[in-house]
């Protein structure tokens, strides 16, 4: 009988169980009694959690109602008025993420860390409103201070949840403030640089396993290093870097065995090398050859990565433990190796 499906740690206690068992550090029969102990201590599931819908649902309807009433006057209001409110976005937010019960599951984890990134949407906007209409501040300066901000607060709260959510949002004030700080320091090619320079720090980290989870860091960093080599193509430097981007990309894919590593990499070359080859070659031939080349390259790609991911697949494949509902397979058989008979006590007088 295959792993549990669908359950989370317990397919992961099967895997784990297997490999003791294989080891001989614990017996076939402590292998059943210990998954069959952590099975009815893990909660039933029952079709989607209802809860976690509801709070997502609860949430969206109180952003879009106030939206409706206060946004058609928000220029009116005052400005302290207008930091007030969306200070007290931030503090609502905050203080209902650490209401939700984390014991309560992982569902309830989910809910806290949305909601928590949705405060430090609220804190960008409010550092910024407050900077340009009490300080005076110029509205990239105030967005950059903002974004800044936000990367030091969505990060402290994302490394005491280890939530995706706060992942992304973490993410997504780096990534805007390394835009932002581009703006005001130079051009549009000195912003695309810090944007793809951000997104390929933050692809390394997560592969090394300094920014957890991993396949979700690098998926990230990746997307937004490709992208942001659109804002430099056309230039020498530009179409080298753009191709460099997306031949790392793919290299990445082929050592971690990455399946969201090849298919945005596929995506970056489509972005890219079409781009760089009607620049260099001229015309719809040379691009065609250059797209022929990258369809070669990504279909050899993506047998390594299958190839790799199918061997170590395969070389992970801990032995089999039965569901301890049914009896393990082959058990009502002497074993391969039994013990040696004890012989017959002689009899007396022999």
Known sequence: MTAPRGLGPLAELHEQLGRWQAAGLITHEQALGILAAERQRAPARHGPPVGEALGYAGAALIAAAVALIVGPHWSELA???????????????????????????????????????????????????????????????AALAGTALAVAYAGTLWWLSRRSPLHVATFAAWVATATLLGDRIGDGRTTALLAWAAGLAWCGLATLRWLPPRRLGTALGAAAALLATQGVLGVGWGDALGLATVAGVLSAAVALRSIDALLIGAVGAFLVVPRVANRLLGGAVGAGIALLAVGVVLVAAAVLVLRGRRTGRHAATPPHVSDPAVPAHGADRPPSNPAPPVPPSPARGS
Not at 81 to 110: H, M
Not at 114 to 127: K, P
């Open 79 to 141: 400005a302290g008025l207008r930091v007030g409110l969306l200070a007290g976005g931030v503090l609502a937010s905050l203080v209902a993420g650490v209401l939700v019960p984390a014991a309560a599951g992982a569902a309830a984890r989910r809910v806290r860390a949305v909601l928590w990134a949705l405060s430090a949407g609220f804190l960008v906007a409010s550092v910024g409103v407050a900077l340009t209409s009490l300080a005076g501040w110029r509205d990239g300066t």
